[in-house]
T-cell receptor, first 113, second 117 residues
């Protein structure tokens, strides 16, 4: 799987938007960009995924660069419950039989009250 | 939404004993489940892919005789840590895909914290 690069940590104030960047310069044409997050002492939780177009759901928005070499996860209004490690993962849409997710080190997001 | 349940959430065992961890998909069928291990302050490392009705596929470096995986039904996979030692103490997490579309998100259990004394 292609590699992603994320900052080790970020801080944000409560009730403000948060932009979590991810670089994936070696992304292939069939790689989807997935985001998961892991709250303390819990298993990871799916956040959002996309291929080329920007995506929105109830949890977050995903902004994908036109050349797809980077993306940004946007939390529109951070709460203390959003403090977690956020993982940006590439997943080949056509790698049937190999659905596993490979986790990098992620970004540890701290929310300041 | 799809729920993956792990049991137990915490277990303490003595060195040399075996521990079984269960992973259940509560409201969907999962032909494939994944087992991860996570050490403190580290990322998740995939241990093996569990396939219903067939042998599990282990990642390089993971001892298949030590970490026994059984996926006997479409809703249950088990991981047995045999002859556990203190270095096996870790956070074990399972996951499964709920949707029928390949690129559907994976759903994760809440993990099992194993402490070997």
């Amino acid at each position: 799987d292609a590699k992603t690069t994320q900052p080790n940590s970020m801080e944000s104030n409560e009730e403000e938007p948060v932009h979590l960047p991810c670089n994936h310069s070696t992304i292939s044409g069939t790689d989807y960009i997935h985001w998961y997050r892991q709250l303390p002492s819990q298993g990871p939780e799916y956040v959002i995924h996309g291929l080329t177009s920007n995506v929105n759901n109830r949890m977050a928005s995903l902004a994908i660069a036109e050349d797809r070499k980077s993306s940004t996860l946007i939390l529109h209004r951070a709460t203390l419950r959003d403090a977690a490690v956020y993982y940006c993962i590439l997943r080949d849409a056509y790698n049937f039989g190999n659905e596993k997710l490979t986790f990098g080190t992620g970004t540890r997001l701290t929310i300041i009250p | 939404g799809a729920v993956v349940s792990q049991h137990p959430s915490r277990v303490i065992c003595k060195s040399g004993t075996s521990v079984k961890i269960e992973c259940r998909s509560l409201d969907f069928q999962a032909t494939t489940m994944f087992w991860y291990r996570q050490f403190p302050k580290k990322s998740l490392m995939l241990m093996a892919t569990s396939n219903e009705g067939s042998k599990a596929t282990y990642e390089q470096g993971v001892e298949k005789d030590k970490f026994l995986i059984n996926h006997a039904s479409l809703t249950l996979s088990t991981l047995t840590v045999t002859s556990a030692h203190p270095e096996d103490s870790s956070f074990y997490i399972c996951s499964a895909r709920a949707g029928t579309v390949y690129n559907s998100p994976l759903h994760f259990g809440n993990g099992t914290r194993l402490t070997v004394t």
